[in-house]
């Protein structure tokens, strides 16, 4: 069974730039989140989606958006770049909430602003 | 506020002998606690979880946790540390009231020692 898949695998962009990052979730599985780890901090919620549906999102500005396609794959984009971006960003899903169910995560994509 | 705290940033053991990584929580309703993993520039793997039933819950590369409801604590132990073990490790819960989100710990470093 394939696991979760993300890409690109590192993404480098300027100051003021957009970031688009993809995410495939484990076959079966209809809830995706999104999660940001800076370099020396834990894991940051940033948004999750189910069935197509925005169900929460975390502390985070509306440059950081993102949605949900039929097919469960799922789409981060980050506007307006600013440096404090720059981190490792974490994609993970699971069965549908709500839900005892663990979440799988994919490798990540690491995002550089310069 | 509902909080997850795992109070050492570091743990270090030496090969072969037992090791613990400690959580605590602070959450409303009956919490479903889980244990992750995250190898060096690898996304997180799922390691144990509890939801319901016995306190003592085994998981993944011989690792286990114990649900203690009066200390609110779930610590990771293993009876014998690998070098291979050393990783960095994330304790999450989720509260039916937080709109199922998971709420992460900080992380704890363990540095396993030949």
């Known amino acids: 069974e394939a696991g979760v898949t993300q890409s690109p695998t590192h993404l480098i962009k300027t100051r003021g730039q957009q970031a688009t990052l993809r995410c495939s979730p484990i076959?079966?599985?209809?809830?995706v989140y999104w999660y940001q780890q800076a370099l020396g901090l834990g894991l940051q919620f940033l948004l999750w989606?189910?069935?197509?549906?925005?169900?929460n999102r975390g502390n985070f500005p509306p440059r950081f958006s993102g949605r949900q396609f039929p097919n469960y794959s799922s789409e981060l984009n980050v506007n307006a770049l600013e440096l404090e971006d720059s981190a490792l960003y974490l994609c993970?899903?699971?069965?549908?909430?709500?839900?005892?169910?663990?979440?799988?995560f994919g490798p990540g994509t690491r995002l550089t602003v310069t | 506020a509902q909080s997850v705290a795992q109070p050492e940033d570091q743990v270090n053991v030496a090969e072969g002998n037992p090791l613990t990584v400690k959580c605590t929580y602070s959450?409303?309703?009956?919490?479903?606690l889980f244990w992750y993993v995250q190898y060096p520039n690898r996304g997180l793997q799922f390691l144990l979880k509890?939801?319901?039933?016995d306190n003592l819950v085994k998981g993944s590369y011989g690792f286990e946790a114990e649900f203690n409801k009066s200390q609110t604590s779930f610590h990771l132990k293993k009876p014998s540390a690998l070098v291979s073990d050393s990783a960095l490790y994330f304790c999450?819960?989720?509260?039916?009231?937080?709109?199922?989100?998971?709420?992460w710990g900080a992380g704890t470093k363990l540095i396993i020692k030949p």
């Open positions: 989606y189910d069935e197509g549906e925005e169900r």
């Open positions: 076959s079966g599985h209809t809830s």
């Open positions: 959450v409303s309703g009956n919490p479903y």
């Open positions: 509890y939801i319901t039933g």
């Open positions: 999450a819960v989720r509260v039916p009231d937080s709109n199922y989100q998971l709420i």
């Open positions: 993970a899903s699971s069965f549908d909430s709500p839900s005892i169910y663990e979440q799988y």
